[in-house]
T-cell receptor
Framework: DGGITQSPKYLFRKEGQNVTLSCEQN?????MYWYRQDPGQGLRLIYY???????QKGDIAEGYSVSREKKESFPLTVTSAQKNPTAFYLC??????????????FGPGTRLTVL | ELKVEQNPLFLSMQEGKNYTIYCNYS?????LYWYRQDPGKSLESLFV?????AVKQEGRLMASLDTKARLSTLHITAAVHDLSATYFC???????????FGAGTRLTVKP
C-alpha cells in the first residue's frame, strides 16, 4: 500500500534533549513537508524539501533541523533550542510542478510532549 | 505574504440544516485545497480546486473557487453528525509548493 508513515506515534522528551521524528513515503513524491499543529490551531510550516539534498525553511524553522538524503525519507530533529516543542507534528508529501496541483498527502502524525 | 482566513472558526449546526464555510486569501492563486481533520487524527484531503469557477461535490459537501474574489466556499447540505470535524482550507502560492493553511473551522453537528 502506498502512503506516508510517521514514527513514533507518541514521543516524550526531557528538557534539553534532541529528538528525531521519522517520516517515510513510498508514493514517489518529490516534495516533502513538516508542519506543526498546536491545540485548536492551524498548521504552520517548519521545513520543506523539493529534491534530495535540498530543503527550505518554513515560517517556524528555529529550533528544528531536517535532512533529505533519500527521496523517501525526511526526518525532523527537534533540538534543545526549541523552547516550546510540545505539539502535534505532521509530515506530508506531494508531487511537484504545474500539472494537477501539488495536493499534499499527510502522515498520521507524531504527538511530542516535553516532560 | 500570503494570508488565509477562514470563517467562522467555530460552527455549531443542527442536523438537517445547511451552512457555508468561507475561505479568503490575500494573494493571487488558482490552487486551493480543502481538508478534514478528526480529533487527534491527521488531515484527509476532501477537494482540490485548480481553476476559477471550479466546483466539486462529494456527498453533502460542495466546494467552489472564485479566484477573482480570492474566495472559496465549502457548503454543507443537510448536515449529519458524521460531518463533525475541523475543516481546513489551504492555498498554494502558485507553482511554489508553498502552501498556507487557514486556522480551521471546527464544525459540530448536533441532533
Amino acid at each position: 500500500d502506498g502512503g506516508i508513515t510517521q514514527s513514533p506515534k507518541y514521543l516524550f522528551r526531557k528538557e534539553g534533549q534532541n529528538v528525531t521524528l521519522s517520516c517515510e513515503q513510498n508514493l514517489n513524491h518529490d516534495a516533502m513537508y513538516w508542519y506543526r499543529q498546536d491545540p485548536g490551531q492551524g498548521l504552520r510550516l517548519i521545513y520543506y524539501s523539493q529534491i534530495v539534498n535540498d530543503f527550505q525553511k518554513g515560517d517556524i524553522a528555529e529550533g528544528y533541523s531536517v535532512s533529505r538524503e533519500k527521496k523517501e525519507s525526511f526526518p525532523l530533529t527537534v533540538t534543545s533550542a526549541q523552547k516550546n516543542p510540545t505539539a502535534f507534528y505532521l509530515c506530508a508529501s506531494s508531487h511537484l510542478g504545474f500539472y494537477g496541483g501539488p495536493e499534499q498527502f499527510f502522515g498520521p502524525g507524531t504527538r511530542l510532549t516535553v516532560l | 505574504e500570503l494570508k488565509v482566513e477562514q470563517n467562522p472558526l467555530f460552527l455549531s449546526m443542527q442536523e438537517g440544516k445547511n451552512y457555508t464555510i468561507y475561505c479568503n486569501y490575500s494573494t493571487t492563486s488558482d490552487r486551493l485545497y480543502w481538508y478534514r481533520q478528526d480529533p487527534g487524527k491527521s488531515l484527509e484531503s476532501l477537494f482540490v480546486l485548480l481553476s476559477n469557477g471550479a466546483v466539486k461535490q462529494e456527498g453533502r459537501l460542495m466546494a467552489s473557487l472564485d479566484t477573482k474574489a480570492r474566495l472559496s466556499t465549502l457548503h454543507i447540505t443537510a448536515a449529519v453528525h458524521d460531518l463533525s470535524a475541523t475543516y481546513f482550507c489551504a492555498v498554494d502560492m502558485t507553482y511554489n509548493n508553498d502552501m498556507r493553511f487557514g486556522a480551521g473551522t471546527r464544525l459540530t453537528v448536533k441532533p
